[in-house]
């Protein structure tokens, strides 16, 4: 077997210290790479948590390691026979409830997801540093950064589809027309829901607009300002689009 395949994947039978420092500081150069990506975009999972999150990880296999060493050694020992590839599947569940935290509902919108999975993922890349499969780890390091940082701009590129449900005082004659002779521009597509008289006796016209936008073209409150500026909006909400 080629030395490096077996030095790049392997959990050792003997888990010396030279080991134990090699896998920490891959797994604190791996986290601190995609963490500082993190927090130059003011995330709520930066730096610091990153490499806590790794590192924790990469503890938990280096322990399991040690544990199957022991158990390797004597079969009749005093500890407690175990499957030890049950820590990894222990930190994944743990650092679920990290990522649940850092998930935030705005009323329809989720924020935070792509928080969540990078925690997920660094405690991947942990596990398999923690766990001698260096290569894995390497490899899983460089793939998660492509995604994270230069496939980044591919995600701003890319148009989102936004729908807004808007209500805006007026009498019979507004109609879907006018808004679109508005927001023509913007190539919104505007359609009439429906309409009710407020206790005031004033007509409340209810519309959903819909329109496709990229980091550089035009955002909700873009949409929302132009529409405040020609007509009377009661209320303006986002609303999440029909799968």
């Known amino acids: 077997m ?3 395949v077996f030095v790049l994947n392997r959990m050792s ?26 927090e130059k975009g003011g995330h709520a999972a930066g730096f610091r948590t990153t490499v806590l999150v790794g590192l924790a990880a990469c503890l938990a296999m280096l ?10 050694n004597d079969e009749h020992s005093g500890f407690a026979r175990m499957d ?13 409830f990290i990522g649940g935290g850092a998930v935030l509902h705005r009323g329809n919108f989720v924020t935070g997801v792509t928080t969540a999975a990078t925690i ?12 001698g499969q260096l290569g894995i780890g390497v490899v899983g390091t460089a793939v998660a950064f492509f995604f994270l940082s230069p496939m980044q701009v591919l995600d701003q590129w ?6 807004a449900t808007v209500e ?10 006018e808004l679109r002779q508005v927001l023509g521009a913007y190539n919104c597509e ?37 529409l405040q500026r020609h007509f009377k909006v009661e209320h303006f909400a986002l609303n999440e689009h029909p799968v």
């Open 13 to 38: 039978e003997e888990l010396t210290w030279p080991d134990i420092l090699l896998r920490v500081l891959l797994t604190i150069v791996a986290a601190s790479l995609i963490g500082i990506n993190r």
């Open 158 to 163: 890319l148009a989102r589809r936004q729908r």
């Open 2 to 4: 080629d030395p490096w």
């Open 190 to 226: 505007v359609r009439f829901v429906s309409s009710r008289t407020r206790h005031d006796a004033q007509q409340l016209l209810v519309f959903d607009i819909r329109w496709k936008t990229t980091t550089s073209a035009a955002n909700t409150e873009v949409v929302h300002r132009e």
């Open 84 to 96: 030890v590839l049950r820590f990894a599947l222990g930190v994944l569940t743990g650092v679920g």
């Open 168 to 177: 805006i005082l007026g009498d019979g004659t507004l109609g879907a027309a």
């Open 63 to 72: 322990q399991a390691n040690a544990l199957l060493v022991v158990e390797g």
């Open 120 to 131: 997920w993922a660094m405690t991947t890349i942990g596990l398999c540093f923690g766990g």
